[in-house]
């Protein structure tokens, strides 16, 4: 997982576990954009996969359903989110978020909850 959004957990370390009752769409799913060359940003295919999805509480997503994913970082306050979107906002204002981001944040994800899946219990 080679993103500094994976590697520097400085940034998670005051992450305290919060009820989380609404999925968002860190690119929403409203809002089509195209880059200066005419192609989508996020397409409909990534729209909905897990790299793109977050959980928040309901008044958190009612609020900002439908802004782009730099703006929304800026308004939420990134401590108080998960740590899956305190991921998404580091690669948001890193690199950006796009296509190719919610490809690279999916396939991560995957990789490693296959790893705690194969994780066995220690002996004790």
């Not at 999925?23 to 729209?47: A, M």
């Not at 928040?56 to 970082?73: A, D, F, G």
Request: charged fraction near 30%; include cysteine; proline fraction near 3%.
């Amino acid at each position: 997982m080679g993103s500094d959004a994976y590697t520097d957990l400085s940034k998670f370390q005051s992450f305290t576990f919060r009820y989380r009752n609404s999925v968002e769409h860190l690119f929403p799913q409203d809002l089509v954009r195209r880059d200066t060359e005419g192609k989508l940003e996020v397409d409909k295919e990534h729209l909905n996969r897990l790299g793109n999805l977050c959980l928040l509480t309901r008044s958190e997503n009612s609020k900002r359903s439908n802004i782009n994913p730099t703006e929304k970082v800026k308004l939420f306050n990134i401590d108080d989110q998960s740590l899956k979107f305190r991921i998404m906002a580091a690669i948001t204002q890193g690199p950006g978020w796009d296509n190719d981001a919610i490809d690279t944040h999916t396939e991560n994800l995957h990789e490693l909850i296959s790893a705690l899946i194969n994780l066995r219990p220690l002996d004790c």
